[in-house]
């Protein structure tokens, strides 16, 4: 058997044994091996979304991307306020 295959083998394997012990890591593993996406960007993301998780829970993750490079990713945290400008206007929305 060549190397090739049995590096295929074990890659075959070592993604049934994720699918079975941790399916939501192997969805992960074959969207970023469907869309060939870099995978080290997918923690600085989740980095944000924790941010906004541990903030006020309201905010927006921007990612900016500029000839198919990734150059920043943001997370805009913000307040939510519902109140009308005019302050003689009855009630908050």
């Known amino acids: 058997m ?3 295959e049995i590096v295929k083998q074990n890659e ?7 699918r079975v012990l941790d399916p939501e890591l192997y969805m992960i593993k074959m969207a970023l ?9 997918i923690p600085r993301i989740i980095r944000s979304l924790g ?4 903030g006020t ?10 000839s198919k490079v990734v150059t920043q990713i943001k997370n805009n945290e913000s307040d939510v306020v519902n109140m009308t400008i005019d302050k ?3 009630g908050n929305i």
Request: glycine residues 8%.
């Open 2 to 4: 060549e190397d090739r």
């Open 57 to 66: 829970g309201y905010g927006v993750v921007e990612i900016l991307v500029k």
């Open 51 to 54: 941010n906004l998780n541990i």
């Open 12 to 18: 075959q394997q070592y993604l049934e044994l994720v």
């Open 88 to 90: 003689n206007k009855e």
């Open 33 to 41: 091996q469907d869309t060939g996406v870099n995978a080290l960007i």
